[in-house]
């Protein structure tokens, strides 16, 4: 589990986090929503270590990250996978070479074992006989799959996933969104998706948390966010003309 | 002084960073080989063409553009004008590369994943090219000289001469002097190469302005600490 609290973060003069209490729970799918520029990248790259935070404190089960020193930092990373926007695949190695670099960093295994590992978290995402090409030779989804198999390759505890819909198509989308959901399941992770796909929402937001003008507006289940009072969170899925027409039926 | 600071801690995995000392070996080092040669043999004919029509007075012995020559091209030439050169092709390349997984998380996900980017990343850069600038170098003067031997040989100055001035009034300490300078400049190019590839903000128009910077400013830092060399080591 991931606990925030009081996390605010600026750069400069400008404020971007105003102070954020949430929780993302293990085993379940957490996502974190709100309109583009609303600050759900700088949120998630706050909760893994990539921004320094200014104030508050984030806890991965009950230690606060804050109070690691680098070793123990470092550590923690190797029970993290995250899956970046532009899928972030290092592209003069191999698909292999990228699913396996954590586990040739950190891990003691054979060569076989690794060879092995590559296979089952590429074979989890539904690819087959990539392993020696490049990712610029593949698609947009099998990129975001291949940065999937990647995170899942050191079998994290937590697993961190930026816009992972943002550029595909909806079909695409669907799969990537079951997916990651799997996944959860499967592996027990804690799993936090910063998305503003409202299907994603409603697929697999088993946690949602809305984020809107640097605060936390909302924080529900995919079930309760069509039935919300809540102003700010209809305002934000009822922007889209589809919802709009599945409202008024 | 921050970002070298974190360049030179302890490798998470040896074999994973010997690997990148390799191919950044063969990237920067080796494949600089070809236009390293070719310039040095060409610049150290120039040299001695150069020499030879300034000294063309029958009261100086021609051995004396041989030593000129030599001079030139183990004090000067090959130490700082090749490094200028490298400054060009190495520092661009070094900072476009990190610029470019600046821009695209990559640099990101390697920090996520628990590596420390900045050593992996850099630290073998700056080792292959410290071990492989002194090479290059000796390799160039070599060349250069080679370059003069073949002006002689056109018919600019006598061959035995050429041959004879070379050897005269030899001092090894000039080559350790550009051994030195070659070690340093080698050392500047990287980091300051890396540092601005390391922390490009924006998306590919800042990392090409800043492969620009990369390439003035190491060669500034080049030509500055040149002087200052001089004048530790030879003054």
């Known amino acids: ?249 | 002084m921050v970002l070298l600071g974190r360049t030179f801690r302890k490798p998470e995995n040896l074999r994973m960073y010997y690997q990148a000392f390799m191919r950044d070996l063969d990237l920067l080092g080796y494949n600089s080989l070809a236009i390293v040669s070719v310039i040095s043999i060409f610049v150290g004919a120039v040299v001695t063409i150069q020499t030879a029509f300034n000294l063309d007075d029958p009261f100086i012995p021609q051995y004396y553009i041989a030593i000129a020559t030599r001079e030139s091209i183990i004090l000067e030439f090959s130490p700082t004008m090749v490094s200028l050169i490298l400054a060009g092709k190495v520092g661009s390349n070094i900072a476009s590369t990190l610029g470019s997984m600046r821009v695209s998380e990559q640099i990101d996900a390697l920090e996520v994943m628990g590596v420390n980017p900045a050593a992996y990343l850099i630290a073998p850069k700056v080792v292959s090219m410290v071990i492989f600038n002194p090479i290059l170098i000796t390799i160039s003067m070599f060349l250069g000289l080679v370059g003069g031997y073949l002006a002689s040989v056109g018919g600019v100055m006598g061959v035995d001469d050429y041959i004879y001035g070379l050897q005269l009034d030899f001092d090894a300490y000039h080559i350790t002097y550009a051994l030195i300078k070659s070690f340093v400049f080698g050392f500047l190019i990287v980091s300051i190469s890396a540092y601005f590839g390391f922390y490009v903000k924006g998306g590919a128009i800042e990392v090409g302005i800043n492969a620009t910077k990369a390439v003035v400013a190491s060669s500034v830092a080049v030509i500055v600490s040149n002087y200052f060399l001089t004048q530790i080591l030879l003054v």
């Open chain 1, 1 to 249: 589990m991931i606990e925030v609290n009081g996390l605010k973060k600026g750069f400069g003069d400008r404020v971007i986090l105003k102070g954020i209490d949430a929780d993302f729970h293990k085993g379940r799918t957490n996502l974190i929503i709100g309109q583009s520029g609303g600050g759900k990248t700088v949120f998630l790259k706050s909760l893994v270590g990539l921004h320094d935070i200014d104030e508050g404190e984030i806890s991965y089960d009950g230690v606060a990250l804050g109070s690691l020193n680098r070793k123990e930092r470092k550590d923690l990373r190797t029970r993290m996978g995250m899956v970046f926007q532009g899928n972030a695949l290092f592209d003069s190695l191999t698909i292999e070479e990228n699913v396996t670099f954590a586990l040739n960093m950190f891990s003691d295994m054979s060569e076989s074992e690794k060879r092995d590992r590559a296979n089952f978290c590429l074979e989890r995402v539904n690819l087959k006989n990539v392993n020696q090409q490049y990712p610029a030779e593949l698609s947009g989804g099998m990129q975001k799959r291949v940065a999937i198999a990647r995170a899942i390759s050191m079998n994290p505890q937590y697993l961190f996933c930026d816009e992972p819909n943002s550029g595909l198509d909806p079909k695409t989308a669907v799969v990537i969104d079951k997916l990651l959901s799997e996944l959860t399941e499967e592996f027990n992770m804690t799993t936090v998706i910063n998305t503003h796909d409202m299907n994603s929402v409603i697929e697999i937001g088993d946690n949602i948390i809305f984020i809107k003008d640097g605060f936390k507006a909302w924080q529900g289940s995919g079930e309760e966010i069509l039935s919300t009072d809540n102003e700010d969170i209809k305002d934000f899925i009822y922007s889209s003309e589809i919802f709009r027409r599945i409202r008024n039926k």
